[in-house]
């Protein structure tokens, strides 16, 4: 929401952002654009702020941008795609506010700042699986270092601190995956260039999802737990299956049951067998799902995985047979001549907050993890030893890379209804576990996400000028972070110093993958 009163300067008629890259659109010969969207400058920005002289935020909106190919209207509500400006709070106005309100309550002055912004296209940000954001992703952040390039011409490059609220419950939980090599890469260059980068993510709010199950099993012994898919789902649900690096004991074999079933449905060998192949389940003729293995690469540990990836169609299909709804059973058995410790993650299923609800969370059940009244066994904070649900490893697979200069902000929550000042009062109940690659433990520092029990979010900018919305969860969490170090760029090498240095021994305590680390303000 570029026209809001929160994200323009004192006098109201100049936007703060220097640029915005709206990636819906796709114009790439066109001056003031780039190959997957239209550039709006601060030139642009500030005629639209100046038509508000005799017109609504939402009449503006509505006004189309010449964008050399096709119109393009940030409001059209003749278009089937989802139109963020017609609800009363926007994600990324939201993250963006809590930002600016962060770097001006540490004094920094708007002069002195230079914003860039980059909105995602509207498919991609519905793309829960994440099979769609790296490109996206990467040509955002790259774009962005170019934008901070530009400003030094031939003097020394300001630091440049990135907030990217979002993240994926699934994937490698030690930064090996290719999205996070490369961005590690990205921003390792910059900083080994002079150029000081950091990169601000979210911690995650996945800790009650039971997304998470992990089971160590001696050769030939198996365990078997439930992946339930929820009635009413429109959309694909994801359940991923890794062996832990080490060497010569990653093989393992996957048995699928449907539900209400007593024959499996699938038995698949993890071997190396299935790389590039695909297993299709089928019914009444009709794919409802499919299993395969990707291709892994060495972890920081120095040893292989093996990567399996169930695939089910949305239970509630209008156009094709849908999966069935229950539980579907998993058993895993190990084939390898040693123990084997495997890790299975529920990717995230849900629709994003501001997004319409047309996903519902799978998840997983396991008759060890619950009582017999159906509550989960809870000790300290954490499953019972041995069980096969766990909270461990719930965290954004982005807190998981392994540059020290991209931190990952937990939630945490108040001690009263107050926001400033306030004291925290422990991790949010939602805020995700580590540990992070390398044995770290939790966040690198946490910020106010919810007020109090009682008062969950914090009230930061709705969609249009003058309106307050509530949000919660880490991913308002880290644009604090980000606008603190925007205004206090000399503390960037302390904090990543400490988050490199954070580790612990194998088996660290639960509550300290989720223990605060308090922020300077």
């Known amino acids: 929401a570029f026209l809001n009163r929160d994200l323009r300067d004192a006098s109201g008629n100049t936007s703060l952002f220097r640029e915005l890259w709206i990636q819906e659109v796709s114009n790439p010969n066109v001056a003031k654009t780039v190959t997957d969207g239209a550039r709006l400058d601060q030139a642009v920005l500030n005629a639209r702020i100046a038509r508000l002289s005799d017109k609504s935020e939402r009449e503006v909106y509505a006004e189309p941008f010449d964008t050399g190919t096709r119109m393009y209207c940030a409001l059209d509500m003749s ?72 400003m030094a011409h031939c003097g020394t490059a300001p630091p440049l ?67 339930v898919l929820p009635p009413d789902d429109r959309t694909p649900s994801f359940l991923e299956i890794l062996s832990e690096a080490t060497a010569g004991s990653e093989d393992f074999e996957l048995v ?39 291709p892994m690469e060495a972890t920081h540990k120095g040893a292989g995985q093996r990567r399996a990836v169930i695939a089910m169609a949305p239970t509630r299909s209008d156009n094709a047979r849908g999966a069935d709804a229950g539980r579907w059973g998993i058993r895993l058995v190990n084939t390898s001549k040693a123990p084997v410790t495997l890790h299975a993650t529920v990717q995230r299923d849900d ?20 009582d017999t009244e159906g509550n989960l066994v809870l000790v300290d904070a954490t499953f019972t030893a041995g069980a096969t649900l766990t909270h461990r490893r719930t965290n954004s697979i982005f807190a998981n890379n392994q540059s020290t200069h991209v931190l990952a902000i937990g939630a945490a929550m108040g001690e009263s209804g107050a926001q400033e000042p306030y004291a925290l009062f422990g991790p949010s109940p939602y805020a995700s576990a580590g540990p992070r690659w390398g044995l770290r433990l939790g966040p690198t520092r946490s910020a106010l996400a919810d007020r109090s029990r009682a008062f969950p979010g914090i009230y930061r900018a709705g969609t249009y000028s003058g309106a307050h919305q509530a949000l919660s969860g880490s991913s308002v969490a880290a644009p604090q972070m980000a606008g603190y170090l925007a205004s206090h760029p000399e503390r960037i090498a302390t904090i990543t110093a ?11 305590a639960l509550p300290d993958l ?6 300077p303000w």
């Open 351 to 370: 629709a994003p907050g501001t997004y319409p609800v047309i996903g519902r969370q799978s998840y997983l059940a396991a008759a060890d993890s619950y």
């Open 161 to 227: 601190v990135i907030n990217f609220s979002y993240g994926f419950a699934a994937g490698p939980k030690d930064g090996t995956d290719a999205l996070n090599r490369v961005i590690q890469k990205m921003i390792d260059g910059r900083n080994a260039a002079g150029r000081e980068t950091v990169l601000v993510v979210p911690m995650g709010n996945s800790f009650y999802d039971r997304g998470v199950a992990t089971i160590t099993l001696d050769p030939g012994e198996e365990r078997a737990f439930d992946w």
């Open 256 to 294: 699928l049951t449907a539900p209400y079933g007593d024959a499996p449905v699938e038995r698949v060998a993890l071997n190396g067998d299935l790389l590039g192949k695909a297993r299709v389940l089928l019914k009444e003729d009709q794919m409802v799902g499919m299993i395969s293995e990707w």
């Open 498 to 508: 400490a988050d490199a240095s954070d580790k612990t021994s194998d088996a660290p």
């Open 79 to 150: 278009s089937e795609r989802h139109q963020p400006l017609a609800y009363p709070v926007s994600h990324g106005t939201f993250v963006t506010a809590t930002a600016l309100d962060r770097y001006e309550r540490e004094g920094g002055a708007h002069a002195d700042l230079a914003l860039f912004g980059v909105a995602l296209p509207t498919s991609v940000t519905q793309d829960t699986s994440g099979s769609s954001l790296g490109s996206y992703l990467l040509s955002a952040l790259r774009q962005t270092m170019l934008w901070a390039d530009d």
């Open 514 to 519: 989720r223990r605060l680390r308090f922020t």
